[in-house]
């Protein structure tokens, strides 16, 4: 009867140890995850792709893929006519602007890091000779330019 009634006491005192090692630690308890919505926004979608050359237009420079800052290209001479820049982009951080700078002005593109962004620049009557572009953005831009010129 001894033996049992040590085991017991035995038992006893190791189911008080085991209890009072866990109360109001929470130790062993995985947290729970979360359910507010996400703040963090998805990776970019879909692949970054040239701009098409439009039908009747002809194609005198073309740059890309590049990331970052571009110091410049001069289109080769090309026809009197009206001229159009396309640009192709996409951010792999935040929202970022991209600068195109060509002769006689600029413009902007705001590159999504959701989906490309495509912007297309159009000049009228656009003087036989060339063009000289540089294009201005942060590393984490990566982009696509073309130049196409509608002969008259």
């Given amino acids: 009867m001894r033996t049992s009634r040590t085991a017991f006491i035995t038992a006893a005192a190791l189911c008080t140890l085991l209890t009072s090692c866990t109360e109001g630690g929470d130790a062993d308890v995985p947290p729970v995850p979360d359910a507010s919505p996400s703040t963090v ?11 098409e050359v439009d039908l009747g237009q002809k194609e005198v420079l073309a ?4 990331r970052g800052t571009w110091r410049g290209g001069t289109a ?17 951080s935040n929202p970022t602007d991209l600068t195109v700078t060509f002769d006689d002005g600029e ?27 540089t294009v201005a953005t942060e590393e984490t831009v990566r982009w696509y ?8």
């Fill in 41 to 51: 926004e998805p990776p970019p979608q879909g692949p970054l792709t040239a701009p």
């Fill in 107 to 133: 413009f902007g593109v705001p590159c999504s890091n959701l989906h490309q962004t495509t912007v297309t620049n159009m000049r009228e009557a656009a003087s036989a000779g060339k063009i000289r572009l």
């Fill in 76 to 92: 080769a001479t090309h026809p009197e006519g009206d001229l159009s820049i396309t640009v192709h982009c996409l951010s792999q």
């Fill in 145 to 152: 330019l073309s130049v196409q010129i509608s002969p008259r």
């Fill in 63 to 66: 740059e890309g893929p590049r």
